[in-house]
């Protein structure tokens, strides 16, 4: 199985949105790291032809996704990051109109739907309307729905949006576990959220893919980029405006900041152990 | 201040606010009765009656106005029978008296003859002869009233029931005398009361009223819905100040609401029925009205209203805002107050006055909104024993609805605990499970039904095109028949309808001997009355049957006419034409139908887009498109949208058939409709050789294709339309303008 995407390109006006994009999954979990205006969301959307593109390819195992139609969506499950519901359904009628959607055979929908609200915790509310649901219950609804049909190819854009620490570990863990024989692709700002359960991270940058590893080489190519220094009060917004900083802290009475880049200071000294993908964050894609 | 500028700054509201405005005065017109359409006419005439009778007493008056509409009836019956005589084949078959008035006004019989004298105007001042005269009748009675009330009294003091001393009965029958003794010299002064009584009678403004109310209290409770009420609650002027001023804001809509509201309509009226000085006139003058005790000048009147009105109104909204505030969900809180509502117009209604329980008729939100009713009434409720004045009851009332519901309101605002109600919660969510079970064994079409009617609320406006259309006549009226001939003519018709043949013309001649034979016999008489063989009376009666007979002659020599037209048009079409009724074929599908035609087309047109004009724009505000778009059957729900409207299309198509000939076919024999179409008179030169229900078939078949296009129209810009508000706007603008297009061409 395997989805790769040729020098995909997508224009809004004069703004190029994603530029000469390529790139190849094959099953595991990709986090996909951006700021915003990055081209995360139109990535999602060009997957999951919700636009359209200006140049480029998306294959499926060969097959362009736009010649195989309604076959490529049978393998989709889509989380947008805008919230998209009837909100005076409730949430079982609600998926299980997903469901008929998606053809989930009819057999198997409530076995599907009944599992998907048990492991999100919405059983107890299945027959509420979504209307009166907070953010974060919205938000795992909108999971189940992505989730129902056992999907081959999973396109989450912020996922956890909204989720309290305990939520988002479950759900984190439970993405995990079915990740096995699928293409996860996960869209955050969140950058736990991936570090820990990601295969590959792919770093957006202005439309522009910055590079592609596993969080374990993305952090060992920053090693020599990350230094600390004492500063005082008063140097320390001047530092701020300066360089790029991803930890102040005091120690000993002291402060201590944490610069992250390529033209650092030669006086500090030099951080290469517990690195975090912040770091990398920072140093890539932070202006 | 901030929550009136909050309020007054969302343009949608103020937009809303003026529309229902607009509404307003447009309904009061189209509402008001259709009796005549030259208001300018009728105003003029009552303003110059009334300054005729300016210095005649009140005896003078009543007989003046008696002989002015006894003649006025002469004159009108006296324009229909120089109508028919200019007819070609006009009868002269009148009553005696009418003969009489002919040959006594040569003067009117030349006007009408030159039409300086015309139907309309003269119809019009009969009418307002009957107004007049009706409110004469009253001033010049009231004295005789006042004393019959004095009289009535002493004789129910002798019944044992009512001269038991303390009993309400007893204090009522003292109490009820009083009242009206204080009356005994007022003075009652004639005037055009036009406008003060169709603003009296006019109701619909009520709804016109709660409905700007109601944009006002949902307003306030936008925060609630909206999530802001956590964030509000936690600032330092969001509670008690907050809900004063909401209070304050409420009360100056009110007064906005119930000015302009009742201030259009009332100018409008002044406007149209003039009668501006007549206001300075006692209330009781206004025939209406004659029966309150309110010794105040109408002027004094309107004022009472408003102010009544005001806090009338203020107190609805105050307490449907409470009411609102306290319910979680605004589907509970609407059939909540759907169902208070109800119980309280059955309590106002069903109740009666005598009965021990009529303080529940004026505890009771409905005296309130018919206000006008409740002012104009002299009743005295018992209040523990004691005969207390409706109008007094309904003031206690407001004061106390005031005083309670603004403590509550501020009671709310500081301590604010949502209620559970817990059990209606465990029902509701039993329904809930139920309707989901139903719900999820939806196919994908069904699906779309139910985004339209549930989701989107289609449901009301189904309901109320529903009843529009029941109540809707779709048969026009051809305006009667010009002679008495052509009358009996067609009566004649329907009796002989179906295929010619030689049947009819053997029952025609043997009616028309049997009617020669009665004229024949008259002249025998007539010779005899002459002679004195016989007397009035024995003469009258045969001049009776002479006049019958001579109408049924003439009448079945129309229908000979007609019938040799049909045979002649037979010959040259190579058609067998039926003898057949037109009229009901006309006021159905004819010249006599097409404004109503016009009409219903509008509605259906308009109900189309509300219905459907949000099929698509529904996905793009509700964010679904994207999902939607990513799933196997996306194109399934495409077709399912498209199948959806079109069947809903279908099945409005088919409900306004049904209602339209049920209608038609009660009107008709239906074996005419199996008669060649060229049998009407309106399809006489029509180019196909089918029958009656051939072409009916045609013809509503390509009403079905019509609004089948219609309705492609309406999907095709939902399509294109990303937000409802355009959807609708853009449909509407676009259908109405097919609709009026098809509409003209129709005229």
């Known amino acids: 199985m395997k989805l790769e995407i040729k020098n995909l390109t997508k224009k809004y006006g004069d703004n190029t949105a994603l530029d000469n994009l390529t790139l190849t999954f094959e099953p595991g979990i990709y986090g996909i790291l951006g700021e915003n205006g990055a081209g995360k969301s139109t990535l999602m959307n060009l997957l999951t032809d919700n636009i359209k593109r200006d140049s480029g390819s998306i294959l499926y195992d060969g097959k362009e996704i736009l010649d195989m139609k309604g076959k490529y969506r049978e393998l989709l499950g889509f989380m947008p990051q805008q919230q998209g519901f009837y909100e005076n359904m409730t949430a079982d009628s609600f998926l299980h109109y997903i469901a008929k959607l998606k053809g989930v055979d009819k057999k198997d929908i409530d076995k599907q739907i009944s599992k998907l609200l048990s492991i999100t915790n919405l059983e107890k509310v299945r027959h509420k309307k979504i209307k009166s649901f907070s953010g974060g219950m919205k938000q795992r609804v909108l999971l189940c729905q992505a989730l129902l049909g056992s999907p081959k190819i999973l396109i989450l854009d912020e996922p956890t949006a909204g989720l309290d620490p305990k939520e988002r570990i479950k759900i984190r863990n439970f993405i995990s576990s079915i990740s096995r024989n699928k293409i996860i692709l996960l869209a955050t700002h969140i950058v736990s959220d991936i570090e820990s359960i990601s295969d590959k991270i792919i770093l957006l940058k202005k439309g522009k893919l910055i590079d592609v590893n596993s969080s374990y080489e993305l952090i060992d190519d920053i090693k020599d980029k990350v230094k600390e220094y004492e500063v005082t009060e008063e140097e320390l917004p001047q530092i701020q405006d300066k360089y790029k900083v991803s930890n102040i802290y005091t120690k000993n009475q002291k402060l201590i900041v944490r610069l992250v880049g390529d033209d650092l200071p030669s006086e500090g000294k030099s951080v290469t152990e517990h690195l975090t993908l912040e770091e990398v964050y920072l140093y890539y894609l932070a202006e | 201040m901030i929550e009136f500028k909050r309020i007054l700054k969302t343009y949608s509201k103020t937009i809303l606010l003026t529309i229902l405005i607009v ?423 069904m699906y779309e039904i139910y985004k339209i009617f549930i989701l989107q609320k289609g449901w009301i406006i189904l309901l109320v095109f529903i009843y529009i259309m029941s109540n809707y006549r779709f048969l026009g009226y051809n305006g009667g028949f010009a002679s008495l001939q052509e009358q009996v003519a067609n009566y004649y018709t329907k009796e002989f309808q179906g295929e010619i043949d030689s049947d009819i013309y053997t029952q025609i001649d043997t009616l028309k001997e049997k009617f020669e034979k009665v004229t024949e016999d008259f002249k025998e008489q007539e010779e005899k009355y002459k002679n004195g063989e016989i007397n009035y009376y024995q003469y009258y009666s045969h001049k009776v049957d002479n006049d019958q007979a001579t109408i049924h002659l003439s009448g079945l020599e129309l229908l000979e006419n007609n019938l040799n037209k049909l045979e002649e048009r037979s010959d040259k079409e190579n058609v067998k034409l039926w003898l057949i009724d037109n009229n009901p074929y006309e006021n159905a599908y004819g010249e006599n139908a097409k404004g109503k035609q016009n009409i219903a087309l509008i509605i259906i047109g308009f109900i189309l887009c509300l219905l459907l004009a949000n099929s698509f724009s529904f996905e793009y505000e509700n964010n679904t498109r994207m999902i939607l778009n990513t799933t196997r059957n996306k194109k399934k729900v495409l077709k399912s949208k498209v199948i959806s409207a079109f069947f809903i299309a279908t099945s409005i198509w088919l409900f306004v058939t049904i209602l339209e000939l049920r209608q038609f076919l009660g009107t008709i024999e239906t074996f005419t409709l199996f008669a060649p179409i060229q049998s009407l008179e309106m399809f006489s030169s029509f180019p196909l050789k089918i029958n009656i229900v051939t072409y009916l078939c045609f013809l509503y078949f390509g009403r079905l294709v019509l609004m089948l296009l219609i309705t492609s129209v309406i999907l095709f810009i939902s399509s294109k339309s990303n937000k409802s508000i355009s959807a609708y706007a853009v449909s509407l603008f676009a259908i109405l303008t097919i609709m009026l297009l098809i509409c003209w061409i129709n005229i």
């Open chain 2, 23 to 445: 509404l307003n005065i447009f309904t009061f017109l189209y509402w008001e009765n259709e009796q005549y359409d030259d208001r300018k006419t009728y105003s003029d005439i009552m303003i110059s009656e009334l300054s005729k009778m300016k210095d005649m007493d009140k005896d003078e008056r009543v007989e003046y106005l008696e002989n002015a509409n006894k003649n006025e009836e002469l004159t009108l019956s006296l324009i229909s029978f120089i109508k028919s005589t200019e007819n070609e084949n006009g009868i002269t078959f009148y009553e005696e008296n009418v003969m009489k008035f002919y040959n006594e006004h040569p003067d009117i019989v030349e006007q009408i003859k030159n039409k300086t004298i015309k139907e309309e105007t003269e119809r019009i001042k009969q009418i307002v002869y009957n107004k007049l005269l009706e409110q004469a009748k009253n001033i010049a009675g009231y004295d005789e009233y006042l004393d019959s009330i004095e009289t009535k009294k002493q004789e129910l003091l002798t019944f044992s029931i009512f001269n038991k001393k303390g009993t309400f009965n007893y204090k009522n029958i003292f109490k009820t005398a009083e009242d009206y003794k204080a009356l005994k010299d007022i003075n009652l002064e004639m005037g055009n009361y036009t406008a003060i009584e169709e603003f009296a009678n006019y109701k619909y403004i009520n709804i016109f009223l709660i409905l700007s109310i109601l944009i006002i209290v949902f307003s306030f409770l936008e925060d609630k819905k909206q999530g802001l009420k956590e964030i509000i609650n936690t600032t330092k002027n969001g509670r008690i100040k907050l809900t004063v001023g909401r209070i304050v804001t409420l009360f100056v809509f009110c007064i906005i609401s119930v000015l302009a509201l009742y201030g259009s309509v009332l100018g409008v009226s002044l406007l149209m029925n003039g009668g501006v000085a007549d206001l300075e006139n006692i209330i009781i003058s206004v025939s209406m009205f004659s029966g309150t005790t309110l010794n105040i000048t109408i002027w004094e009147y309107l004022g009472l209203f408003i102010t009544t009105k005001i806090l009338s109104i203020f107190i609805i909204g105050l307490f449907i805002w409470y009411f609102f505030s306290k319910i979680k969900t605004r589907n509970l809180g609407f059939l909540a107050t759907i169902i208070i509502f109800a119980i309280e117009y059955l309590l106002y209604t069903q109740i009666d006055f005598n009965n021990y329980m009529s303080i529940l008729k004026v505890i009771n939100i409905f005296p309130l909104i018919f206000l006008n009713d409740s002012l104009k009434k002299y009743i005295n409720i018992n209040l523990f024993g004691n005969p207390v004045n409706f109008l007094t009851m309904i003031y206690i009332f407001i004061g106390i609805c005031f005083i309670t519901l603004i403590l509550l309101h501020i009671f709310k605002s500081y301590y604010d605990k949502r209620q559970t109600f817990s059990l209606i919660e465990k029902i509701i969510n039993k329904l809930r499970t139920i309707s989901d079970f139903i719900i999820n064994r939806f196919s994908l079409l």
